[in-house]
């Protein structure tokens, strides 16, 4: 597929609340070219999921952490707001090292997060109100409390146990050294040596993450039997798909050899060490889960979904994952990355089109999620190369609505974080002692860490819990919410019609309604440097001004949706807004 560049690159809803929970240039287009709407068994080409984080949506029990039945409660509140599905972090039982990504038992549930009856009934729930359920499989790494692990220390060197493990001598002369120099994503070593039953210090394991997450060895081919096993244990029950971690992990060079930057994923934290990621066998196991979803949709004419959690280094890279036999798609993190910059969200969104969909599937684009500082935080202290003329608590917020505005204006799938329809920044002032990442624990260090985004939601109220629990006051939220959480809370956002939510909610639902949006073409238009627009089908215009100052809007009148004050004629900086009726271009 062509690009052909060609310059530089609202209406108020009265719904009353619901009842809330107690407490110029050629097209870039997917390569079959479509503006209509998918059919439902299509439904995951221009689907807009909502990212649950289980342990801070909503707690129904009182103990401070969310659970499935506060889920559930939660429901109504998700279709009302105009997404077409969730998708659930891990709620497996786990030692809860990394909060459910070291999974102990892949079948079950943990009990603090309720039970399997309770997640028939939330998956029978959301079907009824039309909603999609995802789950988050973890297939690069188990819990070291997993069965498999624990056999794997009993039964010792060379034995078929640790043969689902990464386990090997260490060198030195006393195998004092680990196998390797990797360094772990979390921080340290990413080896551990392990006791042997003789008390004696014995071989080493291999865990990217930390010492509780092994990595499974999947040259093994009775790793990838059980996880098939998984598949089905869940597709059985209904589910509608998997968000699978670290799908660029799973197999390593099999000779484990040193790597010329051992730090890089320590550094970055990211999957940058080519030795330990994006090896090609991986593409196989995709294949084969794609069969199996395939086997599934067979018998009733249903989709499910595979969308994998791939960083890689390029677009290109990612697109070789969502080949037509392997997933579905993958989350485009080069948008969630870019900084708050013209070229740059021109640059990223180009590839992926050119890239992503040209393999026949389609972007998946993303702007939060648990791992990474929220958008009205971050877009803060990007100044865009100019000046900001309004303070960064105006700044901040302002960008992230109309980044959210470009996101659901684009062309494919895209998926939304809880608490970022609420426009919820970041917390970065959480006390160090009630601070939970292993990132921080390992590193003595709060850089990365991930605890400012995971904050329980607020619903109602002015004081925290904020209808996040009913518990008392031994029982508060898991990770403490700041007084200033008040002026984002649920039932304050659904009665402000100017509020984030509100934003999105129209977005969505211009979305599903204008044959322009979701899966289609995507044009560039002329336009002043400091402005991106571009024309979705067959007339709907989106802009946004990454500058601070108005520019002349690109079409004339009132625009449908505007992220911001947007008067007929004007576009204001940090704004984002779009009209119907595209200009001719040549």
């Given at each position: 597929?062509?690009?052909?560049?060609?310059?530089?690159?609202?209406?108020?809803?009265?719904?009353?609340?619901?009842?809330?929970?107690g407490?110029?240039?050629?097209a870039?287009?997917?390569?079959?070219?479509?503006?209509?709407?998918?059919?439902?068994?299509?439904?995951?080409?221009?689907?807009?999921?909502?990212?649950?984080?289980?342990?801070?949506?909503?707690?129904s029990?009182?103990?401070?952490?969310?659970?499935?039945?506060?889920v559930?409660?939660?429901?109504?509140?998700?279709?009302?707001?105009?997404?077409?599905?969730?998708?659930?972090s891990?709620?497996?039982p786990?030692?809860?090292?990394?909060?459910?990504?070291?999974?102990?038992?892949?079948?079950?549930v943990?009990?603090v997060?309720?039970?399997?009856?309770?997640?028939d009934?939330?998956?029978?729930?959301?079907?009824?109100?039309?909603?999609?359920v995802?789950?988050?499989?973890?297939p690069?790494h188990?819990?070291?409390?997993h069965?498999?692990?624990?056999a794997?220390?009993?039964?010792?060197?060379?034995?078929?146990?640790r043969s689902l493990f990464?386990f090997?001598?260490?060198?030195?002369e006393?195998?004092e050294?680990?196998?390797?120099?990797?360094?772990?994503?979390?921080?340290g070593?990413?080896?551990?040596?392990?006791?042997?039953?003789?008390?004696?210090?014995?071989?080493?394991?291999?865990?990217?993450?930390?010492?509780?997450?092994?990595?499974?060895?999947w040259?093994?081919?009775?790793?990838?039997a059980?996880?098939?096993?998984?598949?089905?244990?869940?597709?059985?029950?209904?589910?509608?798909?998997?968000?699978?971690?670290?799908a660029?992990?799973?197999f390593?060079?099999?000779e484990?050899?040193d790597?010329?930057d051992?730090?890089?994923?320590?550094?970055?934290?990211?999957?940058?060490?080519?030795?330990?990621?994006?090896?090609?066998?991986?593409?196989?196991?995709w294949?084969?889960?794609?069969?199996?979803?395939?086997?599934?949709?067979?018998?009733?004419?249903?989709?499910?979904?595979?969308?994998?959690e791939?960083?890689?280094?390029?677009?290109?890279?990612?697109?070789?994952y969502?080949?037509?036999d392997?997933?579905?798609?993958?989350?485009?993190?080069?948008?969630?990355?870019?900084?708050w910059d013209?070229?740059?969200?021109?640059?990223?969104?180009?590839?992926?089109?050119t890239?992503?969909?040209g393999t026949g599937?389609?972007?998946?684009?993303v702007?939060?999620?648990h791992?990474?500082?929220?958008?009205?935080?971050?877009?803060a202290?990007e100044?865009?190369g100019?000046?900001?003329?309004e303070?960064?608590?105006?700044?901040?917020?302002?960008r992230?609505?109309?980044?959210?505005?470009?996101?659901?204006?684009?062309?494919?799938?895209?998926?939304?974080?809880?608490?970022?329809?609420?426009?919820?920044p970041?917390?970065?002032?959480l006390?160090?002692?009630?601070?939970t990442?292993?990132?921080?624990?390992?590193t003595?260090?709060?850089e990365?860490?991930?605890?400012g985004?995971?904050?329980?939601?607020?619903?109602?109220g002015?004081?925290?819990?904020?209808?996040?629990?009913?518990?008392?006051?031994?029982?508060?939220?898991?990770?403490?919410?700041?007084?200033w959480?008040?002026?984002h809370?649920?039932?304050?956002a659904?009665?402000?019609?100017?509020?984030?939510?509100?934003?999105?909610r129209?977005?969505?639902?211009?979305?599903?309604?204008?044959?322009q949006?979701g899966?289609?073409t995507?044009?560039?238009?002329?336009?002043?440097p400091?402005v991106?627009?571009?024309v979705r089908?067959?007339?709907?215009v989106?802009?946004?001004n990454?500058?601070?100052?108005p520019?002349p809007?690109?079409?004339?009148?009132?625009?449908?949706?505007a992220?911001?004050?947007?008067?007929?004629?004007?576009?204001?900086?940090?704004?984002?807004?779009?009209?119907?009726?595209?200009?001719e271009?040549?």
């Open positions: 597929m062509l690009i052909a560049t060609a310059g530089n690159g609202s209406s108020a809803d009265s719904t009353p609340s619901p009842s809330l929970p407490p110029a240039s050629a870039l287009s997917p390569a079959t070219g479509s503006t209509s709407r998918n059919t439902a068994q299509h439904w995951w080409r221009d689907a807009v999921i909502y990212q649950v984080y289980v342990r801070s949506f909503l707690d029990t009182g103990d401070g952490i969310g659970d499935l039945a506060g559930r409660t939660g429901l109504p509140y998700l279709k009302k707001l105009g997404v077409d599905g969730i998708w659930l891990p709620f497996y786990s030692p809860q090292h990394d909060h459910g990504y070291d999974v102990a038992d892949y079948r079950d943990d009990p997060y309720g039970d399997l009856t309770e997640f009934l939330l998956v029978a729930d959301a079907h009824r109100l039309g909603l999609k995802l789950l988050d499989i973890v690069n188990c819990s070291s409390e069965p498999w692990f624990r794997a220390l009993a039964d010792g060197p060379g034995s078929p146990a990464h090997a001598d260490g060198r030195g006393n195998g050294l680990p196998p390797n120099n990797w360094r772990a994503m979390f921080g070593p990413a080896w551990s040596r392990v006791k042997e039953a003789s008390g004696e210090e014995g071989q080493w394991y291999l865990h990217m993450f930390t010492p509780e997450q092994p990595d499974l060895n040259r093994n081919p009775a790793v990838g059980d996880f098939d096993s998984v598949l089905r244990f869940w597709l059985d029950r209904g589910v509608d798909g998997f968000r699978i971690d670290v660029a992990g799973l390593k060079h099999p484990l050899p790597s010329p051992p730090s890089a994923d320590e550094r970055t934290r990211d999957s940058v060490n080519p030795l330990a990621w994006n090896q090609p066998e991986v593409h196989q196991v294949r084969d889960w794609r069969a199996l979803c395939e086997e599934y949709t067979a018998r009733d004419g249903r989709d499910r979904l595979l969308v994998g791939v960083s890689v280094r390029t677009p290109s890279e990612q697109a070789a969502v080949r037509p392997e997933l579905h798609q993958a989350f485009f993190f080069h948008l969630l990355t870019a900084r013209i070229g740059t969200f021109r640059k990223v969104i180009s590839e992926a089109i890239d992503i969909a599937s389609t972007v998946t684009w702007l939060n999620n791992d990474q500082v929220r958008t009205v935080t971050r877009y202290t100044p865009g100019a000046e900001p003329t303070s960064a608590g105006e700044l901040g917020p302002a992230a609505r109309a980044a959210a505005l470009l996101m659901l204006a684009l062309p494919g799938a895209a998926y939304v974080y809880q608490g970022e329809e609420l426009g919820l970041e917390v970065v002032d006390p160090d002692e009630v601070l990442d292993p990132i921080y624990h390992r003595g260090s709060r990365h860490i991930r605890d985004c995971r904050v329980p939601l607020p619903w109602s002015h004081a925290s819990p904020f209808g996040f629990t009913s518990g008392t006051d031994a029982a508060r939220p898991w990770l403490p919410q700041p007084d959480f008040a002026d809370a649920t039932d304050r659904l009665a402000d019609t100017r509020s984030f939510w509100h934003l999105y129209e977005g969505l639902a211009l979305r599903r309604s204008l044959p949006l899966e289609g995507l044009r560039w238009l002329d336009s002043p400091q991106l627009a571009f089908g067959d007339g709907l989106c802009a946004v990454f500058g601070t100052e520019v809007a690109p079409v004339p009148g009132v625009p449908l949706l992220s911001g004050d947007c008067p007929a004629g004007t576009l204001p900086g940090s704004t984002a807004a779009w009209w119907m009726d595209a200009p271009t040549p």
